[in-house]
């Protein structure tokens, strides 16, 4: 197989609770321990000093042909419309489906007042080289070997979707629960990883819907990867994640947020604030980008109240001599509920809109700008009696 054969990481076998053998595409870092892509106020860290640059992290981290496990690439675009893309292969809720079968959900939000929601499933199949694939018929995801762009063509209920996407900074952030690179939580096996493989990119492209528009797409791209060798752990109740685009005429601030809720009542946060500088006069391009934050479980740098009930999430981190001792706060509200997606073991996928408000270090000052973003929360389905 084009992605390499199982490997042991010996690194994990020290942790009792952690897998000892894992068929990780080699390359990557996931599960290496104390690795230092974490940044606390810096201010000035514009590439990670582990992963930069490292599309492997992007790559599939499951064999095609293990009798089990799960991964999904989420796309959240914020611009011309909202848009959900989430691949997968495998099924988080069913420790027995196979790996090749895929699956794409695509959400499109208010395309001429109409919201385009569908599913698509089939033979998943990758490729490698000089440009990584993956596919499911005629809908592929691409990306080159330096992490430097992806492409996305998708062909759903008449519409057809292209994306190019180029990332303004060469970067991943790995949440290291218990300081294992890419690891959600620290309970039992399997473990599951995820990551910010390509933290800030602006799309490109075009919507041709089915009476034959074309409709220019520009917009600002987050993917998140998440994957595990089994079923999500049944120590696992509920996780979800964010992602927040705050700006103003000066900056665009990218906050991604993951956390995770075990049966026995830990929570586990890890949280990324990455920034980038408009060049005057062009959306296209960015003077400048840099990552302020990248944490995991450390609530001297990172404050996080999500309740999902009263529709609000709020998130702060403090300042330092990098932002003028200005700290950064996000106040969000979730909206209208975007998308349900049910796996085939009976876990619900929800999608939600947020809005809000920002307040910033820019420049010397605090700067007050407007967020919109996304909230997924993954519910799993009941537990099963033995």
């Known amino acids: 197989m084009p992605f390499g054969r199982l490997s042991r990481l010996s690194a994990l076998a020290v942790v009792g609770c952690l897998p000892s053998a894992l068929g990780f595409q080699p390359g990557a870092d996931y599960g290496d321990y104390k690795t230092t892509n974490l940044y606390n106020c810096s201010g000035s860290f514009h590439t990670s000093n582990v ?20 991964e999904h690439w989420d796309f959240f675009s914020h611009g011309t419309f909202p848009i959900i893309l989430r691949w997968s292969q495998g099924d988080q809720s069913m420790s027995n489906t196979s790996p090749s079968v895929g699956k794409i959900d695509v959400l499109i939000q208010n395309v001429n007042g109409t919201n385009v929601q569908s599913t698509l499933a089939g033979q998943l199949t990758y490729k490698s080289g000089d440009v990584n694939e993956v596919m499911i018929g005629p809908n592929s995801f691409k990306w080159d070997s330096a992490a430097q762009w992806f492409n996305v063509t998708l062909r759903v209920d008449g519409y057809t979707l292209v994306l190019n996407t180029f990332s303004a900074m060469l970067d991943s952030f790995h949440p290291n629960v218990g ?10 096996d399997p473990a599951v990883y995820g990551s ?53 005429k000066s900056f665009y601030d990218t906050h991604v947020f993951y956390q995770i809720e075990e049966s026995n009542g830990t929570v586990h946060e890890a949280a990324y604030l990455g920034r980038a500088i408009p060049l005057p006069g062009s959306s296209g391009t960015f003077e400048s980008t840099s990552v302020t934050y990248a944490v995991t479980d450390d609530t001297a740098l990172y404050q996080l109240s999500v309740n999902p009930v009263m529709g609000m999430i709020n998130a702060s981190l403090p300042g330092c001599p990098a932002t003028n001792n200005i700290s950064y706060a996000f106040n969000l509200t979730t909206a209208n509920s975007l998308a349900n997606f049910t796996d085939l073991g009976g876990g619900v ?9 920002t307040t910033a270090p820019f420049g010397g000052s605090a700067v007050t700008g407007s967020i919109a973003g996304v909230f997924q929360l993954y519910q799993a389905p009941a537990k099963q009696s033995c």
């Open 51 to 70: 992963t930069v640059p490292n599309s492997a992290d992007t790559l599939p981290q499951i064999q095609p042909l293990s009798a089990s496990g799960w």
């Open 349 to 357: 996928t929800m999608y939600y809109a947020l809005n809000g408000s």
């Open 196 to 248: 910010v493989p390509v933290p800030r990119g602006h799309s490109y492209g075009y919507l041709a819907t089915p009476d034959h528009q074309n409709i220019s797409i520009d917009a600002l791209t987050v993917l998140q990867h998440t994957f595990s060798q089994q079923a999500l752990p049944p120590y696992i109740n509920k996780y979800s994640t964010a992602v927040a685009w705050g700006y103003s």
């Open 179 to 188: 300081y294992y690179n890419g690891l959600l939580s620290n309970v039992g």
